[in-house]
């Protein structure tokens, strides 16, 4: 795999898509630089060599140019965090951004407008992507949240780089730890896929199951289960047509030796609503008019366990509505137990947008080998899919 550090970027231009689509408040001001700090390395290993750095990235879901969405929001956020005094211009593609790029020195960095300004750029227009790809020497990808989109920067480009390409550093280390779990994983694996839909997880569900020893389910999803299984389960979310689905995951991992975990008793609220009446019941005997919002205290003994014993683990979706105080606690719970197995030498790797916000809000994040930082992208990977945004780097 073409990695940063096979290569040096003294006097090179470095064009780098990164993904700085991070959120904003009503100042404009970046109330989470998740996605900055994970691009540092990458940056400062090209300044380092000698090189410079031209950032490209999206930010939002502008129809056109609307200021809302612009760049230079974030530009002194980039600068703090870089420790260098990052340039703007005001587009992505023409003249003055061709003049800024070649002036550009080594040692700097030229931070590009919003790609998506451009409606070619989700088209995957490939006369717009050529005129990015005028502004550097080598391409670099850094941006593992777009790399399952084949837009003009994430994939189209990279024609354009013959030779001259290669991951960033923050994407060759999404790739890899993925490749630990799914194909170079020590034994036992297990995942826990929680969430609210079977059908959004499905696919992944299909994948693992010829990849890992255990599958704990949890979250909205468990019910689907259950009541497929003949269970009583309320008011609680349920996908009436994914039941045939559910038995049908549940033949197929026994006859692939997969051990599946369903929660057996689940925290059941009488409304959606923190402050609703709560009880503790077996999952399958849930009454009328109760919803199950969060495993119950059985169940996040039997999960620890399971994850007590594990090598490898891989964790997307909360167990319950974590949002909410009064259905936290498995997701708490699970967290711990996966942090406690990290300590004793298990690879975890947690991804998907709930579950990273889950393993932040409770502190966990260091806690664990890896947090991802694509939502969509880690779970298509997760269902054995090649991405356009690899792909386009890999094949040369
Ligand atoms: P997903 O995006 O599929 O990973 O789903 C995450 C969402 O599932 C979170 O917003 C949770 O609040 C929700 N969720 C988890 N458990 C349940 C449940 N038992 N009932 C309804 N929603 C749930």
């Not at 090598?311 to 719970?333: H, R, Y």
Request: hydrophobic letters at 45%; charged letters at 20%; glycine letters at 10%.
């Amino acid at each position: 795999m073409q990695t940063l550090n096979d290569r040096n970027f003294n006097n090179k231009k470095a064009l780098i898509r990164v993904d700085f689509n991070v959120p904003l408040n009503e100042d404009f001001m970046v109330t989470d630089a998740t996605r900055i700090e994970a691009a540092k390395p990458t940056i400062h290993k090209i300044l380092e060599d000698g090189g410079s750095v031209i950032l490209m990235s999206h930010l939002g879901r502008p129809k056109g140019v609307q200021d809302q969405f612009s760049l230079r929001h974030i530009v002194s956020k980039v600068t703090e965090i870089i420790g260098v005094q990052v340039k703007f211009v005001n587009d992505c593609i023409g003249e003055e951004v061709e003049k800024a790029a070649e002036v550009l020195q080594p040692g700097e960095v030229l931070l590009l407008e919003n790609l998506r300004f451009y409606s070619e750029e989700k088209q995957g227009d490939v006369a717009f992507a050529e005129q990015l790809a005028k502004l550097g020497d080598v391409y670099v990808n850094d941006a593992f949240g777009t790399a399952h989109r084949a837009h003009a920067s994430t994939a189209v480009i990279a024609q354009f780089f013959k030779g001259n390409k290669c991951f960033g550093n923050l994407l060759a280390k999404e790739i890899e730890s993925i490749n630990k779990v799914l194909n170079d994983s020590q034994k036992p694996v297990t995942a826990i896929l929680g969430g609210a839909k079977v059908s959004s997880k499905i696919g992944v569900i299909e994948n693992i199951l010829d990849k890992v020893d255990h599958i704990i389910i949890g979250g909205g999803m468990t019910f689907t289960f259950v009541k497929a299984l003949g269970g009583n389960i309320g008011n609680s979310l349920v996908e009436e047509d994914k039941q045939a689905l559910a038995l049908e995951i549940l033949a197929k991992a026994k006859e692939k030796n997969v051990q599946i975990h369903l929660p057996v008793d689940a925290i059941v609220a009488d409304d959606f609503n923190n402050n609703a009446n709560t009880q503790e019941v077996d999952t399958n005997q849930i009454p009328e008019g109760w919803m199950g919002l969060d495993t119950g205290s059985k169940t996040a003994e039997s999960f620890a366990k399971v994850i007590a014993n594990s090598k490898t683990i891989l964790w997307n979706g909360p167990l319950g509505v974590f949002e909410m105080e009064s259905f936290a606690k498995g997701t708490i719970e699970l967290g711990n137990a996966i942090a406690t197995a990290t300590a004793n030498g298990a690879f975890s790797l947690v991804g998907g947008g709930d579950s990273v916000a889950a393993v932040k809000q409770f502190g966990f994040a260091n806690k664990v080998s890896y947090v991802s930082t694509g939502g969509g992208a880690m779970l298509e990977m997760l269902e054995g899919r090649t991405l356009p945004g690899i792909e386009a780097i890999l094949n040369d």
